[in-house]
């Protein structure tokens, strides 16, 4: 399955200067401006403004609840290592829902309300408790240090700047246990046709007689290691009436040496790195990225 997901949303038109990195000390200036202020300076704006979910949990589930490749992966990790398990990226607690069906006790770091509003939900109708705090993995703020920390299916692919991506390490390695891993997935970057609408054959049917059919269009931006996601979801009705959804994500892809040397850069040891969740090397086919790291 295509390990893409989800929605951007621009607060300020083309996206508020979230600084970073570039443009020297003026840059810098505005970074530290633009990010208090949300301040808009669009030819100053390297980067996607951070990711907002809201809009697309509505059809996350839809979209990625069949998605199982990575769950018996992080069930064995978390039984192996015992003790709470912090998830970064819970989303609408797919993975949540399942490790804690497995006995595991998972607390979920979550920023999107939307998104927990969907864990709840699952909550509610598999008869489970699933714990869920809302902030980012930069924000992320707990006495309590965590023998394994996970973040599956990229969710370190909102982090769009190196200072978010350390800021977000560092404060992930700062909740880990002596002795502890940090483990995660990304996709390795194979690209589609772009600039080109796209169905893959995701149809989706509800119970009232309507279908989804999910179109996209990709764009690649290459010196910001970034693609753009364009979601255009067709629903048709019974009756033949059709009604347009328009979801934009944006995600920042990795290199595994690039990752690898984040996590030095954030206080971690070099990390196990294999190109499946079965343990196989990383290879020129292989579709994810799995890291798995101690601090050092
Ligand atoms: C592709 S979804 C994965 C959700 C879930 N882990 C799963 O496997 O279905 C990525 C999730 O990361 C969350 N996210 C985005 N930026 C984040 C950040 N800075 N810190 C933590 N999570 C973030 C999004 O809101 C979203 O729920």
């Known amino acids: 399955m295509r390990a893409v997901g989800l929605l951007t949303l621009y607060p300020c038109g083309r996206g508020p200067a979230e600084g970073r990195g570039e443009g020297g000390f003026l840059g810098q200036m505005l970074y530290e401006w633009g990010s208090k202020g949300r301040l808009c300076f669009d030819s100053l704006t390297p980067y ?4 907002n979910y809201d809009d697309l949990a509505p059809i ?14 992080y069930a064995g990790l978390a039984e192996r290592a015992g003790g709470r398990v912090l998830e970064i990226g819970a989303g609408t607690g797919r993975v949540t829902a399942f490790l804690t069906r497995r006995g595991a006790a998972v607390l979920g770091v979550e920023p999107s ?12 109708r ?4 699933l714990e869920l705090v809302q902030a980012t993995a930069q924000t992320f703020a707990s006495d309590e240090r965590f ?6 299916f990229n969710a370190l692919m909102h982090l769009y700047t190196p200072a978010e991506q350390l800021a977000a390490l560092q404060n992930i390695r700062a909740h880990l246990a002596p002795g502890g891993q940090f483990v995660f997935d990304l996709y390795v970057p194979h690209f589609g046709a772009m600039n080109t609408l796209r169905h893959e054959g995701e149809t989706f049917h509800v119970p009232d007689g309507s279908r989804t059919d999910l179109f996209l269009l990709q764009r690649h931006d290459a010196p910001r290691q970034v693609i753009t996601t ?11 009436a059709l009604r347009r959804a328009h979801h934009t994500l944006t995600q920042r892809y990795y290199t595994r040496f690039e990752m690898e040397w984040l996590l030095r850069c954030a206080g971690f040891e070099a990390p196990r790195v294999t190109g499946s969740f079965q343990g196989g090397p990383l290879v020129e086919t292989s579709e994810v990225m799995v890291f798995q ?3 050092a």
């Open 126 to 129: 598999e008869g489970l408790t």
């Open 147 to 152: 023998g394994l920390i996970i973040a599956p």
């Open 48 to 51: 996607p403004p951070p990711v």
């Open 60 to 73: 996350y589930d839809q979209q990625y609840d069949s998605y199982r490749d990575d769950l018996h992966f």
């Open 113 to 124: 309300g939307e998104m927990i509003v969907g864990a709840q939900a699952r909550a509610a």
């Open 293 to 295: 790291a101690r601090g």
């Open 230 to 240: 364009e979601y255009f979801a067709d629903t048709t009705a019974p009756d033949g």
